[in-house]
């Protein structure tokens, strides 16, 4: 289908809608938030309205680098892991009949309606000593005695690709069930293995959705605060924590502002590097 | 015994069979199609022949050896689906080095080999573009040169040419089988399409509900169909309603054909005749008499559509021997003993 271009004001009205909701829920909100990280923290109160620079000056210490670090690798972990079990997943998934493709994705859609603290809970359980998987173990005989799997890094990790799994394949499935199962065929006819077909033939054709999924899930992981806190020790605690805690514990808006904005400020640059080496690659 | 052979080949869905017990000898360098309308299990019968489906009984013989149970990645084959399946994220070039990739064949060869066949299928210079840039008939041939990039053992093509437009498909029709004659490869196409079948093949392979109805050269198929289904379906012609008379002769409409008995034993049988071996004469001289309904002049064939005893006969002439007559006129059709053929049902 072709399209006119846009000749007149009415030809724009389609966009009237998106754009205010843009304004109201993403611009204003957002603008306050820089507003007030440049603002002047009044301990008595909330804040007073300045022009300062210290939330930010404040911000650049050795402590708040090591926490920005982490909470970047603990996203692009979580992300990574996601699209490397989601991936082979949904594609075996669209290769089921349809009857088994709907339970999965019922059963994926109800873990959505699971909040993140009763997520952080179950995991807290699953990984106690007292109740935990370890018992399973044990009662196996493959381990001696119960152990406490969590405070930890790998109870951070664990909880957070859960959460994370059923958004990551509900963004993979569109495409790759619409992917030509031919082209997987064809490469076995050329002399490829299944795993070999499925490795180079499906994984780059389907380069770019794997590219979105990954950002997708790396910034949902950025965002996440409370599973930190229930399955980590305070050095796994994320900036998203800290912003958390400053917000509402310390009562300090400002700084609590400033690392908002430097945070998103962060992933946009980083989302923007990952996108240009992308189609940089694409190119060559 | 050098070529493919298919024993008591059969593959089953639940409780239906999509193909029944086929056997089938195809010797060394033969270029076969399988023609059939859909839903005959043709396709079926391919990707048996590639791997892609396990045969539910049966055995696929290539060169002496049982293959039913090699795996497609080792058969060594090269096929062209229907969606032609090019890698989209591949250029040109690396689409048609991909199966030489895969076993690791040196860059120079794969360089060499890929030039050789882009110069085959008369694409030279294109090894850089991705495939996206390419029009259908393009996409075509690097489908075709994909699958013939390592000498395959078999060529097998799944109704390769249905996505070109008509003109387009004959062109590539000619020029498929000119290449597999070069080549010298067994070749096996699947199609619906007759003319194309009669064009490309050296053996039609007619099926029909999951069976092989009749297996010959075309123009023997196109002169001798097995029965009435092979008869109705390469090409246009007219069935009629046969049936002996007390001296064995064949009569169509109570009245005996000139020159053409029975075969012994057969009470009842199919009449086919081509339109292009009807002949209209002056009433009362044929083996029946009709009238013309209808006149469709094409140009270079003239069509003439007889309404006889209910049934509708078509005569097709060239413009050289054009029948003289008009619409709503009375004409005896005459039929030739030698271009009747006297089918089952």
Same mark, same amino acid.
């Given at each position: 289908?072709? +399209?006119?271009?846009? +000749?007149?004001?009415?030809?724009?009205?389609?966009?009237?809608?998106?754009?205010?909701?843009?304004? /109201?829920?993403?611009?204003?909100?957002?603008?306050?938030?820089?507003?007030?990280?440049?603002?002047?923290?009044?301990?008595?109160?909330?804040?007073?309205?300045?022009?300062?620079?210290?939330?930010?000056?404040?911000?650049?210490?050795?402590?708040?680098?090591?926490?920005?670090?982490?909470?970047?690798?603990?996203?692009?972990?979580?992300?990574?892991?996601?699209?490397?079990?989601?991936?082979?997943?949904?594609?075996?998934?669209? +290769?089921?009949?349809?009857?088994?493709?709907?339970?999965?994705?019922?059963?994926?859609?109800?873990?959505?309606?699971?909040?993140?603290?009763?997520?952080?809970?179950?995991?807290?359980?699953?990984?106690?000593?007292?109740?935990?998987?370890?018992?399973?173990? /044990?009662?196996?005989?493959?381990?001696?005695?119960?152990?406490?799997?969590?405070?930890?890094?790998?109870?951070?990790?664990?909880?957070?690709?859960?959460?994370? %799994?059923?958004?990551?394949?509900?963004?993979?499935?569109?495409?790759?069930?619409?992917?030509?199962?031919?082209?997987?065929?064809?490469?076995?006819?050329?002399?490829?293995?299944?795993?070999?077909?499925?490795?180079?033939?499906?994984?780059? !054709?389907?380069?770019?959705? #794997?590219?979105?999924?990954?950002?997708?899930?790396?910034?949902? @992981?950025?965002?996440?605060?409370?599973?930190?806190?229930?399955?980590?020790?305070?050095?796994?605690?994320?900036?998203?924590?800290?912003?958390?805690?400053? !917000? #509402?514990?310390?009562?300090?808006?400002?700084?609590?502002?400033?690392?908002?904005?430097?945070?998103?400020?962060?992933?946009?640059? %980083?989302?923007?590097?990952?996108?240009?080496?992308?189609?940089?690659?694409?190119?060559? | 015994?050098?070529?493919?052979?298919?024993? $008591?080949?059969? &593959?089953?869905?639940?409780?239906?069979? !999509?193909?029944?017990?086929?056997?089938?000898?195809?010797?060394?360098?033969?270029?076969?199609?399988?023609?059939?309308?859909?839903?005959?299990? &043709?396709?079926?019968?391919?990707?048996?022949?590639?791997?892609?489906? $396990?045969?539910?009984?049966?055995?696929?013989?290539?060169?002496?050896? $049982?293959?039913?149970?090699?795996?497609?990645? &080792?058969?060594?084959?090269?096929?062209?689906?229907?969606? %032609?399946?090019?890698?989209?994220?591949?250029?040109?070039?690396?689409?048609?080095?991909?199966?030489?990739?895969?076993?690791?064949?040196?860059?120079?060869?794969?360089?060499?080999?890929?030039?050789?066949?882009? &110069?085959?299928?008369?694409?030279?210079?294109?090894?850089?573009?991705?495939?996206?840039?390419?029009?259908?008939?393009?996409?075509?041939?690097?489908?075709?040169?994909?699958?013939?990039?390592?000498?395959?053992?078999?060529?097998?093509?799944?109704?390769?040419?249905?996505?070109?437009?008509?003109?387009?498909?004959?062109?590539?029709?000619?020029?498929?089988?000119?290449?597999?004659?070069?080549?010298?490869?067994?070749?096996?196409?699947?199609?619906?399409?007759?003319?194309?079948?009669?064009?490309?093949? $050296?053996?039609?392979?007619?099926?029909?509900?999951?069976?092989?109805?009749? @297996?010959?050269?075309?123009?023997?198929?196109?002169?001798?169909?097995?029965?009435?289904?092979?008869?109705?379906?390469?090409?246009?012609?007219?069935?009629?309603?046969?049936?002996?008379?007390?001296?064995?002769?064949?009569?169509?409409?109570?009245?005996?054909?000139?020159?053409?008995?029975?075969?012994?034993?057969?009470?009842?049988?199919?009449?086919?005749?081509?339109?292009?071996?009807?002949?209209? !004469?002056?009433?009362?001289?044929?083996?029946?008499?009709?009238?013309?309904?209808?006149?469709?002049?094409?140009?270079?064939?003239?069509?003439?559509? /007889?309404?006889?005893?209910?049934?509708?006969?078509?005569?097709?002439?060239?413009?050289?021997?054009?029948?003289?007559?008009?619409?709503?006129?009375?004409?005896?059709?005459?039929?030739?003993?030698?271009?009747?053929?006297?089918?089952? +049902?």
């Amino acid at each position: 289908m072709r +399209r006119e271009p846009p +000749r007149n004001l009415a030809d724009y009205a389609p966009l009237a809608f998106p754009a205010l909701m843009l304004t /109201v829920f993403f611009v204003v909100p957002f603008s306050i938030m820089i507003a007030v990280s440049f603002f002047r923290r009044d301990p008595a109160g909330f804040y007073t309205p300045d022009f300062v620079v210290d939330n930010y000056a404040r911000f650049l210490s050795v402590f708040f680098g090591g926490v920005l670090g982490f909470s970047l690798v603990l996203a692009v972990l979580v992300a990574a892991c996601c699209v490397a079990i989601a991936f082979p997943f949904t594609f075996l998934l669209t +290769r089921c009949s349809r009857r088994v493709q709907t339970v999965w994705l019922v059963c994926l859609l109800s873990v959505l309606s699971l909040s993140e603290v009763i997520i952080g809970f179950a995991w807290s359980t699953l990984f106690s000593r007292t109740a935990g998987i370890t018992n399973l173990l /044990v009662a196996a005989g493959l381990m001696e005695a119960p152990q406490a799997l969590l405070p930890g890094f790998g109870a951070v990790l664990t909880g957070m690709v859960y959460q994370a %799994l059923p958004y990551t394949v509900l963004v993979l499935y569109p495409a790759l069930v619409r992917l030509d199962p031919t082209l997987l065929e064809a490469a076995r006819t050329l002399g490829a293995s299944p795993t070999r077909a499925f490795l180079n033939v499906v994984v780059p !054709a389907l380069r770019n959705t #794997i590219v979105a999924t990954l950002i997708m899930v790396f910034v949902f @992981a950025l965002g996440s605060y409370l599973l930190p806190q229930i399955l980590g020790r305070p050095q796994h605690w994320t900036l998203s924590v800290l912003i958390t805690d400053q !917000a #509402i514990y310390q009562s300090n808006m400002p700084f609590a502002a400033a690392m908002a904005v430097f945070l998103v400020l962060i992933t946009l640059a %980083l989302v923007g590097l990952m996108l240009m080496v992308g189609r940089k690659e694409s190119a060559a | 015994m050098s070529g493919l052979s298919l024993k $008591d080949v059969t &593959k089953r869905f639940g409780d239906f069979k !999509a193909v029944d017990t086929v056997n089938l000898d195809v010797p060394h360098g033969t270029f076969v199609c399988l023609l059939g309308p859909s839903g005959c299990g &043709k396709t079926t019968l391919l990707r048996m022949i590639a791997g892609l489906e $396990d045969p539910s009984e049966g055995a696929i013989v290539l060169d002496g050896s $049982d293959i039913t149970p090699v795996p497609t990645h &080792k058969r060594d084959f090269g096929m062209v689906f229907q969606s %032609l399946a090019l890698f989209p994220h591949l250029t040109v070039g690396q689409n048609i080095a991909y199966p030489l990739r895969i076993r690791n064949r040196p860059r120079e060869e794969q360089a060499r080999r890929v030039d050789e066949l882009l &110069k085959l299928i008369h694409l030279s210079g294109f090894a850089e573009r991705p495939v996206a840039k390419l029009s259908g008939g393009q996409r075509q041939r690097v489908a075709i040169a994909r699958a013939l990039a390592l000498s395959p053992r078999l060529f097998l093509l799944d109704e390769p040419l249905s996505a070109l437009d008509a003109k387009l498909r004959e062109a590539m029709q000619v020029e498929l089988r000119q290449l597999q004659q070069r080549l010298g490869v067994t070749t096996i196409v699947v199609t619906h399409d007759q003319r194309e079948a009669m064009t490309m093949a $050296d053996l039609v392979v007619v099926m029909g509900e999951g069976r092989i109805r009749q @297996a010959a050269p075309p123009i023997e198929i196109y002169r001798r169909p097995a029965d009435a289904f092979v008869a109705d379906f390469i090409g246009s012609t007219n069935l009629l309603e046969a049936s002996a008379d007390g001296a064995g002769r064949a009569t169509v409409f109570g009245r005996p054909v000139a020159g053409l008995s029975m075969p012994s034993g057969l009470a009842r049988a199919v009449l086919s005749i081509r339109p292009e071996d009807v002949r209209l !004469a002056a009433a009362g001289t044929g083996a029946f008499d009709g009238t013309v309904t209808f006149v469709r002049d094409l140009g270079a064939t003239i069509e003439t559509f /007889v309404e006889a005893g209910g049934e509708t006969i078509v005569a097709v002439a060239t413009p050289r021997d054009k029948p003289d007559v008009g619409l709503g006129q009375a004409v005896g059709v005459v039929l030739s003993p030698d271009a009747c053929v006297l089918l089952t +049902r």
